[in-house]
């Protein structure tokens, strides 16, 4: 079993930055991919950034160049720098893991708020 637990949402002005946090425990060897999801109201949950192991890194196109996905020195965390924030990026960020031999996001947090205003 693997939780997430994120951090970081907030309400900030477009323009703004924010950076999300998701901190990963219990079978965290087990975790090969992590990534960033993201749901705003009436919307389907969409994949936003999602970084491997190996440091492959995969971003939405709404938000390339703008956000950046990593993670820490002990692996078990990985963050995302949104910066250059707009509206259309309102929404509720889930951070999700994929094991090792898996073809999608095993497991999800459960969610931190992002709110852009103007």
């Known amino acids: 079993q693997v939780q997430l637990a994120e951090s970081g949402g907030d309400l900030v002005q477009a323009g703004g930055s924010l950076r999300l946090s998701c901190a990963a425990s219990?079978?965290?060897?087990?975790?090969?991919?992590m990534g960033w999801y993201r749901q705003a109201p009436g919307k389907q949950r969409e994949l936003v950034a999602s970084?491997?192991?190996?440091?492959?890194?995969h971003y939405a196109d709404s938000v390339k160049g703008r956000f950046t996905i990593s993670r820490g020195n002990a692996k078990n965390t990985v963050y995302l720098q949104m910066n250059s924030l707009k509206l259309e990026d309102t929404a509720v960020y889930y951070c999700?893991?994929?094991?090792?031999?898996?073809?999608?996001?095993?497991?999800w947090g459960q969610g931190t708020r992002v709110t852009v205003s103007s």
């Open positions: 219990g079978s965290i060897l087990r975790i090969n991919a």
């Open positions: 999700a893991a994929a094991l090792r031999g898996s073809s999608q996001m095993d497991y």
């Open positions: 970084i491997t192991s190996g440091g492959r890194v």
